[in-house]
């Protein structure tokens, strides 16, 4: 399965690549500087890392279950975001949500 799984690791680092991308503009867009280092990024998850290489069904099941952090705390986001009517943070959300590919966004 190596090849199949690199492939849609790939895709999966490029579009969050991208979304992170964005998300530090908007950080900074709101005169916030972005964490910007793995141990910004590492201070700041909710996804733990993994020790060693897991098994190819395990590293899907652990992409899911990332995706699935992403998702809350988006969702928790956009409530913050709609309450403080910050349109463009909530924009920003909704697109991103939309990579989540589920009828329901995030």
């Known amino acids: 399965m190596f090849n199949t799984l690199h492939l849609m690791f790939m895709d999966q680092y490029t579009e969050l690549w991208t979304a992170l991308d964005a998300i530090a503009e ?3 867009s709101l005169g ?3 964490p910007g280092t793995y141990a910004d ?3 700041l998850s909710k996804i733990e890392d993994t020790e060693g290489v897991p098994e190819a069904m395990e ?3 652990l992409l899911v ?3 699935e952090t992403v998702a809350r705390t988006a969702r928790n ?3 913050a975001a709609e ?5 463009s943070t909530a ?3 909704t697109s991103g949500c939309r990579f989540t590919k589920k009828p329901r966004g995030c």
Do not use: N, S, T, W
């Not at 309450?83 to 349109?87: L, N, Q, T, V």
């Open 26 to 28: 908007r950080i900074r």
């Open 32 to 34: 916030y500087p972005a």
């Open 41 to 43: 990024f590492a201070r």
């Open 59 to 61: 590293m899907v099941r």
């Open 65 to 67: 279950r990332g995706h």
């Open 77 to 79: 986001v956009f409530k």
């Open 83 to 87: 309450k403080g009517g910050d349109e």
């Open 91 to 93: 924009d920003l959300l």
